[in-house]
T-cell receptor, first 110, second 110 residues
Framework: GQSLEQPSEVTAVEGAIVQINCTYQ??????LSWYQQHDGGAPTFLSY????GLEETGRFSSFLSRSDSYGYLLLQELQMKDSASYFC???????????FGKGTMLLVSP | NAGVTQTPKFQVLKTGQSMTLQCAQD?????MYWYRQDPGMGLRLIYY???????DKGEVPNGYNVSRLNKREFSLRLESAAPSQTSVYFC?????????FGPGTRLTVT
C-alpha cells in the first residue's frame, strides 16, 4: 500500500518563506504531485515532480528526492491568499491514480 | 469551457435512501475519478475509470457503485445511504500529470 506523511499545520507571516515536507512509502512510484485547496473549494494542481531535483513555478517550488522518498513544497514571498491546505500525492504505477496525504493547513498572518 | 461539473452541490438524505451524484467533463480526458474528503483524512479514492467502458475500485469502494456513461460523464451511486457516507464528494478528470477537480457535492446522511 501507499502512505504519505506531512505536517498537519504550519504557520507563517506575510512575506516569509515556508517549506512543507512530505515523506512517502509506496510501491510503483511514478512521481510526486502537490495540490492546493482553499477552504470549501476544489483542489487545484500546483506541481509534479517525476525526477530528482527542484521545479520552480513562480513563487512556488517543489523538490523530490526519490532515494530518500521525500519531497517538499516551498512557498516564497507568502501572501494572505496562500492560506489554504496543501496536499502531497503520489502518482501510482501506470499514471492511473493518485494517493493523497492528509494535508497541511497553512495559515499566513499579517 | 466549464471544466469538471458536478450536481447536486448539496444533498441531505435519510439512512437507507439512494441517490446518484453526477459528474461531467468537457476536456476530452480519458480518466475520471471519484473521491471523498472527510476532516483530517485528505482525499480518498472511491472508484476510477481509466477510459470509457472501464471502472476500477479505489481505496474505499464499499457502499458505492459507478457508471462511466460515455467519455464525458462518470456517475457515483449510493444504493442505501449510511451516516458514515456523510462527506464531501469530488469528481476529477485527468491529463497525464494533472487532475482537475469539480466543485464538490456536500452530502449529509441523517
Amino acid at each position: 500500500g501507499q502512505s504519505l506523511e506531512q505536517p498537519s499545520e504550519v504557520t507563517a507571516v506575510e512575506g516569509a518563506i515556508v517549506q512543507i515536507n512530505c515523506t512517502y512509502q509506496t510501491s510503483g512510484f511514478y512521481g510526486l504531485s502537490w495540490y492546493q485547496q482553499h477552504d470549501g473549494g476544489a483542489p487545484t494542481f500546483l506541481s509534479y515532480n517525476a525526477l530528482d531535483g527542484l521545479e520552480e513555478t513562480g513563487r512556488f517550488s517543489s523538490f523530490l528526492s526519490r532515494s530518500d522518498s521525500y519531497g517538499y513544497l516551498l512557498l516564497q514571498e507568502l501572501q494572505m491568499k496562500d492560506s489554504a491546505s496543501y496536499f502531497c500525492a503520489v502518482m501510482n504505477s501506470g499514471y492511473s491514480t493518485l494517493t493523497f496525504g492528509k494535508g497541511t493547513m497553512l495559515l499566513v498572518s499579517p | 469551457n466549464a471544466g469538471v461539473t458536478q450536481t447536486p452541490k448539496f444533498q441531505v438524505l435519510k439512512t437507507g435512501q439512494s441517490m446518484t451524484l453526477q459528474c461531467a467533463q468537457d476536456m476530452n480526458h480519458n480518466s475520471m475519478y471519484w473521491y471523498r474528503q472527510d476532516p483530517g483524512m485528505g482525499l480518498r479514492l472511491i472508484y476510477y475509470s481509466a477510459s470509457e467502458g472501464t471502472t476500477d475500485k479505489g481505496e474505499v469502494p464499499n457502499g458505492y457503485n459507478v457508471s462511466r456513461l460515455n467519455k464525458r460523464e462518470f456517475s457515483l451511486r449510493l444504493e442505501s445511504a449510511a451516516p458514515s457516507q456523510t462527506s464531501v464528494y469530488f469528481c476529477a478528470s485527468s491529463s497525464i500529470y494533472e487532475q482537475y477537480f469539480g466543485p464538490g457535492t456536500r452530502l449529509t446522511v441523517t
